[in-house]
């Protein structure tokens, strides 16, 4: 059973393009993130969110809307996608609260922008 | 702000040797810290989690420890294998939404 499952894998496109992510987790955790790793493979948080609420929104253009429609998805939209938004998202999931917070992480979704 | 930083960035060591890696961080208000393992074009594999209040956590051939108070982690693998051969990742557990900040790897290759 996946944990934390991305879709798509691959996602090739054209600038300009609108463009979604999905995510979800099967591990009853209440609270979800996406990070993005850049070429330089450097991993940084995107947005968290908890029980469907937004508690984190790091310096993000707001062409990146995140959706939670219940505690087991969390879907990345993108906007008028750039160049500089190829890159690696991953979506992980906790449990806030609870012992230990081990984050699990999906396997990545790679997106190109042509 | 919480920043993280590994040393070395790269290291290629013969099969065999026991190795160290190192981690370090500004902000020592943590909840935690995750060892990753990434390999090329590859998601993240969580290898070990020390909670705050903890100094060490094993796993197999692997040893992470803590000294919350000055900042640091190392990572220790022994008797180290070509398979061994990853980028390893550090993250901090911190913050109000108890988000992840990574440091920028180490890439490790170990020889046959």
């Known amino acids: 059973d996946t944990a934390v499952s991305q879709t798509p894998k691959y996602l090739v496109t054209q600038m300009g393009n609108d463009k979604s992510i999905k995510c979800e987790q099967n591990?009853?955790?209440?609270?979800m993130y996406w990070y993005k790793q850049d070429s330089k493979k450097f991993l940084k948080i995107m947005f968290s969110?908890?029980?469907?609420?937004?508690?984190i929104n790091e310096t993000v253009p707001n062409r990146f809307s995140p959706k939670s429609p219940d505690k087991a998805h969390l879907n990345l939209h993108i906007n008028s996608l750039e160049l500089g938004d190829s890159a690696v998202y991953f979506c992980?999931?906790?449990?806030?609260?609870?012992?230990?917070?081990?984050?699990?992480f999906g396997p990545g979704t790679r997106l190109t922008v042509l | 702000k919480q920043e993280v930083t590994q040393i070395p960035a790269a290291l290629s060591v013969p099969e065999g040797e026991n190795l160290v890696l190192n981690c370090s961080f500004t902000d020592s208000a943590i909840y935690n810290l995750q060892w990753f393992r990434q390999d090329p074009g590859k998601g993240l594999t969580s290898l070990l989690l020390i909670q705050s209040s903890q100094r060490e956590q094993t796993s197999g051939r692997l040893n992470a420890s803590l000294d919350k108070s000055s900042g640091r982690s190392t990572l220790y693998i022994a008797a180290s294998q070509p398979g061994d051969s990853a980028t390893y990742l550090c993250?901090?557990?911190?913050?109000?939404?108890?988000?992840?900040?990574f440091g920028s790897g180490t890439q490790l290759t170990v020889l046959p």
């Open positions: 993250a901090v557990n911190s913050g109000s939404a108890r988000q992840l900040t």
């Open positions: 591990l009853g955790h209440d609270t």
């Open positions: 992980a999931s906790s449990h806030l609260a609870g012992v230990g917070n081990e984050q699990f």
């Open positions: 969110y908890n029980n469907k609420e937004l508690i």
